[in-house]
Every structure is written in C-alpha cells, then in structure tokens.
C-alpha cells in the first residue's frame, strides 16, 4: 500500500512531498495495527502534504494556510510576522509554489547575516571597480529574482541608509547597481519577514514609516509553538520517524506523558527548538520507546525539575554568607569564646527588633574588632574586613547600634580609664573616646 512521502526540512519540520513510496514501517509511531487506523494515518499524511508538507493540525495553523491560499495567485507584498523558528522561510515558499510565479526562481536573502557595508552590493549588484574590492562585475539579489519572488527575511535589520533604495524598487519597480548610471527595470513580487516590532521600531525612528506601510500591504502572523500546542504531538511523531530513518533505528512508540509534558513547555525556540530536543531523544534511545527529556533536563527522564538552586532569592543567600563571616570573625578576636551568632545583620539597614541580648552580643563583638584595628574601619586590616563586612554595612551597623568611633583610638582599655577629658565605665558604654 503506498503512502506519500514527506521529505524532511532540516530546521522547521516543513517539507515538500515527494514520490510515493511503499515502506510503511518508517510511519510506526503513528501506525496501529489496525487498518483502518493505517487508512486514516495515510489520508492525514497526504493531506499535510498536499500543502507543501506543512506539519500541523491547529486552527492556528489552518488560518496560516487559508491566508496563504488567499494571497498566492496575487503579486501583492506579504509580511510575514512571527518569532524565531515558527517557519517564516517556508511560509514564503509555499507562498512561491502556490503562485503564478511558481516556475520562476525563489531567491531569498537574510538581512541579519550580512554586513551592512555588503548588503546593499549583495541587494542591488555592483559594477567593476564600484569600490575597493570589487574586481568583477556582480549580479544582485534584485536581478535574479526578475520575474520571480524575493524573500527578504529579517527586514527589520535593514539600514536606515539602505530603506530609501529599497523603497524606491517597491514603488518604481527600478534600481541601479553600484558604480552605474544606468537604471535597471524589474518584476518582483516581495515577501518580508521579521521577528522585530517593526511599529516599535517605526516609533523610535529605527525603521522608515513609508517602507513599513509598504511592506504591510498583507501581513500574515505565524503563531508561536506555545500558541498551538496540539501541532507537539504531530511534530514529535513527524521529527521522531525523520531522525530514527536517518540513523537507522526503529523506534515504536512514543511515551503520552512525555507528550503531555511537552504540550506544556513554551517553547521559547519554537519548532526548532522542538526538533532539537527530538533529535536528541533519537540519539540517546536504545529501546523501541522514544526516551524523550524536557529542555534543560540532564538526565533522561522527562520533565526533570530544573536546579533548585536556581529559584533561591540572591539576597538571601548573601546574609546567609554574611553571617558565617561574622561568626567566624568573632569565633576568631575572642580568647576561647565560642562565637556567637548575629542574625539581624543584613545589607538593607535595620529589620524587625532582635533580642537585647543578641544586640549586645553583636556590639560587644564590633567594639572588640575595632579596638584590636586601633578604630579603623576601612582598609585591608580594618574592622569591616576582618568581619567580612562591606565599609558601608559595618558602619551603617555602628549607628544603629550607638558605636560612633573616632580616630585616633586608644588601646584595649581597663574597666576604667581616665583620658585626660572623660572617664567611663567600658562595660556600661561603647562610646570610644579620643586618647590625649
């Protein structure tokens, strides 16, 4: 019994159809036994072909496709709008095929992947001698597709510089190469695509509003994966059969809570994105059930919970860091006294009111520090340093806790010491007092 063939795009999971061929067990992760499934497996398969190949089955999709069917036999200008990997190029092809156009070249150009000094050479074509570097003469972009269909993909990358000229070809159908004085007639039809907000971009003077309206002449929106999740299972089925062909393994079946877990993802990459995680489910099989993995996941089953550590809350993290230093710190100017913990120390300033008896904990230790650093609190050998503390922090702590040090200090005093101005009780007041 023969089936249609789809053979295989390597970025989107669009293809074209091709010769019928008889091999039905390449279709085995949507075959039943059954053959009245094997039926209505063949008819879905003929029908996603019947259209270029495209693989889907959303209504998403489908208003794609009519709008498509719309607007092929016309010469009107199409943009095609929608994410990375949602299959803009093969959007514009099938727009090639279902044209009059049709037998006439699709030539295509990618603004993005072409330096800006070279685009409007590889756009419009340039004489000998134009410029440094050009040795020959060199046919562009415009007079290939004479005759024929030009799809610009990412357009929103064009110059400013380089939107007038083209501009002028959409509305006077004519250009000049560089380096000539001769103007060159064409027959285009153009489709352009982008991922950019090109309104956005019109706003903020980065794109030209004239070119924009002239480009909008019929857009089409291509909806990301996320949008059509019922299109997973047809696309995991579809890229599971191309890869298993390809390396020469038979693979069965295709796990449903796996699937499940897979409609859920949002797929940030889209399609290709989704043929990425495929293809190396393919690789890392070794049985007849497709061992398929979330993305992000490093091991093999599917939908690992990524890294908790991940989700925790930075600032968190540092106070905790920051108390083990202070402990440490302490645990280290004390004569064998065991540290003592100082949980209200943070970055932000004072939180909710400790206890007495942690306050003076935490005085007791900063006032030590300090009188071993002789008051300083900056430096290499400061206080803040010696605390693992930033300057800012130690000090911010110091008046909340009514430690205001002045420069010189004197040493370690006694329990009471007479500076020549003041005498006062250490034990009592953590005023430290200018030494005479």
Known sequence: MGVTAIAPDPR????????????????????????????????????????????????????????????APSDSTV???????????????ALHQRSHRKQRPLVKLNCAAIPSGLLE???????????????????????????????????????????PKLLRVLQ?????????????????????????????????????SDLYYR????????????ERPEDIPVLVRYFTDKYARRMG???????????????????????????????RAVILTRSSTLAISMPGSTNGGAGAAPAQDSNLDEQERMMRILRSLVERAAALASDNTPPVPVPELTNNGPSATPANTGNLDERHTIVRILRETKGRVGGANGAAARLGLKRTTLI??????GIAPSRPYCPMPPRWRRDGRRMFDTNRYTQIEICS
């Open 12 to 71: 989107y999971g669009l293809s074209e159809p091709i010769r019928a061929f008889t091999n039905t067990n390449m279709l085995r992760p949507t075959v039943s036994s059954s053959v009245n499934n094997e039926l209505y497996v063949e008819e879905e398969i003929c029908n996603e072909a019947n259209f270029e190949g495209i693989v889907g089955q959303s209504s998403g999709l489908g208003q794609v496709l009519q709008l498509v069917e719309t607007v």
């Open 79 to 93: 943009l095609l709008l929608g994410e990375t990997g949602t299959g803009k190029e093969l959007i514009a092809r």
């Open 215 to 226: 480009l909008n002449v019929f857009p089409i929106r291509i909806p990301p994966l996320r």
């Open 121 to 163: 050479s590889e756009l419009f074509g340039h004489e000998r001698g134009a410029f440094t570097g050009a040795i020959t003469q060199k046919v562009g972009r415009l007079e290939l597709a004479d005759r024929g269909m030009l799809f610009l993909d990412e357009v929103g990358d064009i110059p400013l510089e380089l939107q």
């Open 249 to 279: 393994k038979r693979i069965d079946a295709i796990p449903p809570a796996a699937l499940r877990k897979l409609m859920r993802w949002h797929w940030p990459g889209n399609v290709r994105e989704l043929e990425n995680v495929v293809e």
């Open 396 to 401: 911010a702590r110091m008046k909340k806790l």
């Open 172 to 208: 006077e159908r004519e250009f000049e190469r560089l380096g000539s004085t001769r103007t060159m007639k064409v027959d285009i039809r153009l489709v352009a695509a982008t991922h950019r907000d090109l309104e956005t971009m019109m706003a903020e003077n980065q794109f030209r």
